[in-house]
């Protein structure tokens, strides 16, 4: 009817078929605000207008004539017209969301994964979803934490990659419903495991009955808007069966020889398994084992314990059985790198006599927290007479064959200080000694007095691992004060740069004025490394180190250091460099990973697939100097099958600093070696070992989740399908979508009729208040 | 000649011998500079010679250490003052006395506290051999001053230097007035103990090869008990605490329970 009045009225409305009234004043915010503001303004104006007014009936009609002319005058502000619009139907919209994280790689079947569960039956059914274009709007997305748009003809080359980190259903549903603002769909498909890891379960894992009607009342609010929702569960529970590693727990370091515990938590689904075994690697070597006993269903831990037996950088792996028909393979190893540090330093610590020079030294590695020491000291040789029956002496036999065949490998440094063992031990025990720091990577520390430093038959295993060839002269120790002079080596050495600064460091070492008796040496091995000299004697070797074999060696000919200690630090009140010399002597004979001339480092140990790695390589030479110039190279000695990386080169970026950059895509344990070489010699290699590893729980727990997908179809007033049902059971509404693709405006404000009623109605109004004496 | 007699000399011999290797390497025939670990320094105070009422200990107590022990120690002592320059050169003292003496100087006081905190070893020693002499009074006063707020407590009989050498139950000097010592500990250690029993005075020699008193009440028994507590006060200020290791410590407690009463 309203169309005919237009005609009426002259206006042409052929071609339109929807007839609106349109505000064009409203266009801005601020209109609606002055609206407001006027509205309120009239209301307390009208009232004090009425109130002195007799007569309820005279003051309803002021009134009333007061808000027509409201009414009008807001109208005309808000510029109202006739909208002839011409409109097009729309399809209503459907969103299909394939699950696409990790948990769909596990078997649906023997022979396939979820994932490839999925695609067939919409391969299958391709049919129903095309013909479902022709009525609505269908658009694919693939989600994992968040949705993600497909191609539009996705459904032609049905292909998806899962490799999401997090199933995350309704935390995608509701990013794509606030994408969406105020559009509706007409429904939603969810084709997923329902192994949800985020709001979904929790709501399914609620406990307290009223509180999960709560959340799933507020779930239905939220999915308002979204249609109706169709759940599609891609796999059978029954019949899945996998056993998972779910987490591994340990500490960030282990100690050698102290026991190390890892805490493996395992879930088996799908049956009980009587005794599953759990085992733990490092490297190819088996460290660990124990089985547990697992009920279906049930997270069960257990621990394994071991004690590393070397210090240094390690991939370690624990490793469940693969059962038939699993679901995922993926879980049922887990790699993770550990460093293993030194606890404690275990130090024999052999003395010729007692001395003020071995009091000192004694008083030093007490204090320090990691050292165990084992002493012997000779307190009586065998032509002092005690007078005395050995029942009244505190003096305890010397165990030479229990330390110097049996006990020797367990110490991590042997030291001799001012001591022949001529007359107390068996030439084949210095034999032992030597081996042991030459294969067996021991410590030793040499230091001097009248009874060190011998030219004898005796000491020759002792001569083949110091840094010096013993003097020939009768007498090598000398009494004389010495004058000390640092060593470019030692300058730079961690043993002897106490002081920080280069020049700093010179000036302490050559202001030590106390020491006094050294032994004369006869040369010093091309392989030493002299520290420290006097200039007493020529060699003036005072303190210096070898690397012999696997071990480290420390020479000191003199047996008055400690009057550094308390002649010279102790008159000023501090023993800071005494100590802090042995500390550091402790360390770099340990091989402490800190002191190495040579180390590859990581800011840290575990990566995520793809990401950036950089590698740092320091190379020094034997005197700590950094190597310039060398060429180095990084590749992987350890790899997951098939993600070896390729051998790279690295780049100097500071005088003996290199860097490597890589990425790993393969998650998995990796072992990388580094290589300096220069002038064709290698200058320098060492090892780290890292893991990629995606941070996701998916694997953890690949149980088929049907209640949750049941909770969500019915929450969104749907049903839950499974794998191979047909798709013809969803039935979505048709939620009449329509656009606007025409429109034509015409102003109802500006006219003379609607002029004219206006002045007609104030003066209607002007009237009224002169005839009633109103202000 | 009687067996014993041979026996005597052989071993003096042997010990002529013996402690004339003491400081020599491994070809006795050449004389060389001796190397001794072990210098008794002595302090000295005052203007006179209350310091010193034992002129010989140093060498009588070298004798001892050399005869019976592997630390080579000097037969000269060294006579020092607190304030000296030279302290910190050595990490045993030895302080005696019968009477009261003057209060050392703050600096003197400042000095030997560095010394005690550097690792120093102060054997006090009383000459007089009673409780409560001029010399107990004046040590207590400076000790009081070097360690303020402490006091000498009882060193008990499990303590190390019981058992630094010897195994040893009790303490005497010249005297046993006093039937223990005195100490006052720094952490895990005793830098100082304290004789009033004339620890000195047990050993020191008359101008021939005897001993110049005699030691009461225990007689010569007495005297070697001194003697071997000197052994192993000198052996406490080297080793320190050594004998307290996990390994001797089941060895000692053994030897203890199974040595004659």
Request: hydrophobic share 40%; with cysteine; glycine share 6%.
């Amino acid at each position: 009817m309203m169309f005919k009045i237009l005609e009426l009225m002259g206006i042409e409305t052929r071609g339109y078929d929807r007839l609106m009234v349109h505000f064009t004043g409203l266009k801005s915010p601020a209109s609606l605000w002055i609206c407001i503001g006027v509205i309120i303004l009239f209301c307390i104006s009208a009232y004090f207008m009425v109130k002195p007014l007799s007569g309820l009936r005279r003051k309803v009609f002021i009134l009333a004539l007061h808000f027509i002319a409201l009414i009008f005058a807001i109208s005309i502000f808000l510029e109202p017209s006739l909208r002839l619009a011409k409109t097009a139907k729309l399809k209503s919209p459907i969103y299909i969301l394939i699950d696409s994280s990790e948990s769909m790689k596990a078997k649906a079947s023997a022979d396939q994964s979820r994932i490839q569960n999925a695609l067939n039956w919409l391969e299958k059914n391709h049919a129903y979803f095309d013909a479902l274009k022709n009525d609505y709007e269908v658009r694919w997305f693939r989600f994992d934490e968040k949705a993600t748009s497909l191609q539009a003809n996705f459904l032609d080359m049905p292909k998806i990659s899962p490799d999401g980190q997090q199933t995350q259903i309704l935390e995608s549903i509701y990013r794509l419903k606030s994408e969406l603002g105020d559009k509706r769909l007409a429904g939603l498909v969810i084709i997923s495991d329902g192994a949800d890891r985020g709001e979904l379960s929790q709501i399914g894992s609620e406990q307290n009955p009223r509180e999960k009607a709560k959340q799933l009342k507020d779930m239905e609010r939220r999915v308002q808007g979204l249609g109706k929702i169709y759940t599609v569960l891609v796999a059978e529970e029954a019949g899945m069966k996998d056993l998972a590693i779910t987490s591994v727990q340990h500490d960030g370091y282990g100690f050698v020889k102290n026991p190390f515990v890892v805490v493996v938590k395992l879930k088996m689904i799908g049956e009980d398994v009587k005794e599953v075994p759990v085992q733990l690697y490092q490297g190819q070597k088996l460290v660990a084992g124990k089985s547990v006993k697992l009920e279906n269903g049930k997270e069960q831990s257990v621990e394994l314990e071991f004690i590393p037996d070397q210090v240094g950088r390690f991939l370690f792996r624990v490793e469940v059985p693969v059962y038939q028909d699993e679901a995922s393979v993926e879980n049922n190893q887990k790699v993770f790198p550990l460093t293993i540090l030194r606890d404690r330093i275990r130090i024999l610590y052999i003395a010729g006599n007692p001395s003020w020079d071995e009091k000192f030294l004694r008083r030093t590695l007490e204090k320090n927290p990691s050292v165990d020491l084992v002493s012997f000291y000779i307190l009586r040789e065998m032509y002092d007479n005690p007078e005395a029956s050995e029942q009244e002496l505190a003096l305890i036999p010397f165990p030479t064959q229990e330390l110097f065949q049996k006990e020797l490998p367990n110490f991590d440094i042997v030291i001799f200080q001012n001591f022949f063992g001529r007359d107390y031990m068996s030439p084949s025990y210095l034999e032992n000694l030597r081996d042991y720091v030459v294969d067996q990577g021991g410590a030793f520390i040499y230091i001097g007095g009248p009874r060190a430093f011998i030219k004898d038959s005796f000491n020759f295993p002792l001569e083949q691992i110091l840094p010096v060839d013993f003097s020939f002269g009768e007498t090598n120790y000398q009494i004389s004060r010495l004058s000390l002079r640092l060593t470019d080596a030692g300058a730079l050495h961690p043993l002897t740069n106490l002081a920080g600064g280069e020049l700093e460091n010179k000036s302490l070492w050559q202001g030590i004025g106390v020491l006094e008796n050294y032994n004369q040496v006869l040369r010093v091995k091309p392989d030493a490394v002299v520290l420290v000299e006097h200039t007493q004697s020529n060699p003036g070797t005072l303190i210096a180190v070898r690397e012999v074999g696997k071990g480290r060696v420390l020479m000191i000919a003199t047996d008055s250091f400690w009057r550094f200690r308390f002649e010279q630090e102790g008159q000023e009140g501090q023993t800071k460099y005494y100590q802090l010399f042995w500390e550091r002597a402790l360390r770099w004979l340990v091989k402490d990973p800190e002191m190495k001339n040579h180390s590859l480092s990581l800011f840290k140990d575990k990566y995520q697939p793809g990401e950036d790695i950089n590698i740092y390589f320091n190379v020094q030479d034997r005197s700590y100097q950094p190597v310039s110039g060398a060429t180095v190279s990084l590749k992987a000695v350890q790899a997951p099958e098939g993600c070896s990386p390729a051998e790279m080169p690295g780049e100097e970026i500071a005088p003996g600093k290199y860097q490597f950059k890589l990425n790993l895509n393969c998650p998995g344990g990796y072992k990388l070696q580094a290589i300096a070489e220069k002038e064709g010699l290698v200058a320098g290699t060492d090892e780290a070992v890292l893991a990629v590893e995606k941070d996701s729980q998916e694997l953890q727990d690949l149980s088929i989740r049907k209640d949750l997908m049941e909770l969500l179809a019915r929450a969104g007033d749907g049903e839950l399908l499974k794998i191979p049902d047909s798709p013809a059971k969803m039935k979505f509404p048709d939620i009449n979508l329509e656009e606007i693709i025409g429109a034509k405006d015409i102003p109802v404000w500006n006219n003379w009729l609607t002029l004219t009623i206006f002045v007609l109605l104030f003066g209607i109004f002007w009237a009224v208040r002169r005839y009633y004496s109103l202000s | 000649m009687r067996r014993r007699d041979f026996l005597k000399i052989f071993s003096a011999g042997s010990a002529g011998i013996f402690l004339s290797r003491k400081g020599f390497t491994q070809f006795p025939s050449q004389p060389r500079q001796i190397k001794y670990d072990f210098i008794f320094a002595q302090i000295t105070y005052g203007n006179g010679f209350a310091w010193n009422p034992r002129p010989t200990v140093a060498r009588s107590l070298a004798k001892i250490v050399n005869s019976r022990t592997s630390v080579p120690a000097s037969p000269e002592r060294v006579e020092i003052r607190l304030g000296a320059p030279e302290l910190f050169q050595y990490p045993f003292l030895y302080i005696s006395g019968e009477n009261e003496f003057e209060p050392f100087s703050d600096f003197e006081i400042q000095r030997l506290r560095r010394w005690f905190d550097a690792g120093g070893f102060l054997l006090a020693d009383d000459a007089l051999g009673e409780m409560n002499s001029g010399f107990d009074k004046s040590l207590r006063r400076e000790l009081a001053r070097i360690f303020p707020g402490e006091k000498l407590k009882e060193v008990p009989t499990d303590h190390t230097v019981f058992q630094s050498y010897y195994l040893l139950d009790k303490v005497a000097g010249r005297k046993a007035s006093v039937p223990n010592l005195w100490g006052i500990d720094r952490g895990d250690l005793t830098p100082l103990i304290y004789s009033q029993n004339d620890l000195a005075g047990a050993i020191e020699q008359s101008g021939g090869e005897g001993f110049r008193y005699p030691v009461i009440p225990g007689g010569e028994q007495q005297r070697e008990l001194a003697i071997r507590l000197w052994v192993n006060i000198i052996y406490y200020a080297l080793c320190a605490n050594y004998k307290k290791d996990a390994i001797h410590a089941s060895f000692i407690s053994k030897r203890r329970k199974r040595r004659p009463k």
